[in-house]
C-alpha cells in the first residue's frame, strides 16, 4: 500500500482526497455511506458572519454533465455553527475545515475570528466568490485588489492554515493566486464553478429564480485542469484542486497537474461514497505503477 499523506503548510491530511463545501452538508448526512475518518478533509457549507436564508426556489438545475445552483449560501451563521453543529463534527478523526464567506472583508475577518477560536478546526477555506456590497455587487475574486484585500484582512486574526477558494470567471486565475500568495495564503483551491444559464422553453424564462447560477460537474473539469496546471506553476504554495472530480483517473489528473490535493464536489450527490472509491482507486494505481507515495506523482506534468 501507497503512502498516500499529503501536507497543506501545517494540515496533515491521511490522504488527498476532501470534500467540496456545499456538496457533503457538515459530514454526519454522509456518515451512514461512507467511514467519514477515511477523508482526508472535510470542508462544510458555506458559513457567514450572520445568518442567511439563500435565494428563493428554483435554486437548482441539471444540464449535460453537469448542474447549476444558485442556493445562495444559505446557513443559520458562525454563532449557530460553534454552539450546534461543532459540537457534532469536532471529533470525527479526520480535518474538519469551514468554509467562510462574506460581503465585506470585515465580515469576512469577524466570521475567520470565531472559528479560529475552535481547537478542532485546523483550517478555513475562503470563498472570495461572493458580491462586494461596497463594490457595486462585483465579486471579491475576480480582480487581483479584491481577491487581497479578503486575505489581507482574514490573515491579521486567523492563526492556523488559510486556504483560498479562487474564482474561475477570471481573465487570469493565476495573477488571483499570486496576489493572495502575497497577503499571506497558506493554499488555494480551485476552481470554484462557472457562472452559467439554463433556459425553459416552454415557459420561456430561466430554470433558476436568480437567472444565472454556478456551474458544476464532468462538464467543467477540463477547464479545472488547465487553471490548477496554470497556478500550480505560478505560485509556491499548495494547490488544491477542483472541478468535476468523479473517479480516481480523474483525481490522478489533478494531482499530476500539479494539486497536492483535490475535492470531491457534485458527484457526491450521484455516489454518497464516492469519496472512499476514489481513494482507494488512487491507491490502487500507484501501488499498480510501482509508486511508494503519492508525492511521486504530484505535478507530474511540467
Known amino acids: 500500500m501507497a503512502d498516500l499523506s499529503v501536507k497543506i503548510k501545517d494540515l496533515e491530511l491521511k490522504n488527498p482526497v476532501m470534500t467540496a463545501s456545499g456538496t457533503f452538508g457538515y459530514g454526519l448526512e454522509f456518515a451512514d455511506f461512507v467511514p467519514l475518518e477515511e477523508i482526508g478533509g472535510i470542508i462544510v457549507k458555506g458559513t457567514t458572519l450572520e445568518p442567511r436564508e439563500g435565494n428563493d426556489y428554483p435554486r437548482m438545475a441539471e444540464t449535460p454533465q453537469g448542474m447549476l445552483n444558485c442556493v445562495g449560501l444559505q446557513n443559520k451563521g458562525v454563532e449557530y455553527f460553534c454552539s450546534h453543529i461543532y459540537p457534532q463534527i469536532k471529533d470525527i478523526d479526520t480535518n474538519m475545515i469551514v468554509n467562510v464567506s462574506g460581503h465585506s472583508p470585515e465580515s469576512y475577518a469577524e466570521c475567520a475570528a470565531r472559528i479560529n477560536e475552535l481547537d478542532k478546526i485546523p483550517a478555513i477555506e475562503l470563498n472570495i466568490s461572493c458580491p462586494n456590497v461596497k463594490d457595486g455587487g462585483m465579486a471579491f475574486g475576480v480582480t487581483c485588489e479584491g481577491a487581497a484585500s479578503v486575505v489581507k484582512a482574514v490573515r491579521k486574526v486567523y492563526k492556523k492554515t488559510l486556504i483560498v477558494k479562487l474564482s474561475p470567471n477570471v481573465t487570469s486565475i493565476a495573477d488571483i493566486a499570486r496576489a493572495v500568495e502575497a497577503e499571506g495564503a497558506d493554499s488555494v483551491s480551485l476552481i470554484n464553478t462557472l457562472m452559467g444559464m439554463a ?73 454518497p461514497a464516492v469519496t472512499k472509491k476514489v481513494k482507494d482507486g488512487i491507491n490502487e494505481w500507484l501501488d499498480a505503477h510501482g509508486c511508494k507515495s503519492v508525492t511521486e506523482i504530484i505535478g507530474a506534468i511540467k
Open 199 to 271: 433556459v425553459d422553453i416552454e415557459k420561456r424564462q430561466p430554470l433558476l429564480s436568480i437567472r444565472t447560477g454556478g456551474l458544476s460537474g464532468p462538464c467543467v473539469k477540463p477547464i479545472a485542469l488547465r487553471m490548477v496546471w496554470d497556478v500550480a506553476h505560478a505560485v509556491n504554495i499548495p494547490v488544491v484542486g477542483l472541478g468535476g472530480i468523479s473517479s480516481a483517473k480523474d483525481a490522478i489528473e489533478f494531482l499530476m497537474c500539479g494539486a497536492t490535493a483535490i475535492e470531491i464536489g457534485t458527484a457526491n450527490f450521484i455516489d
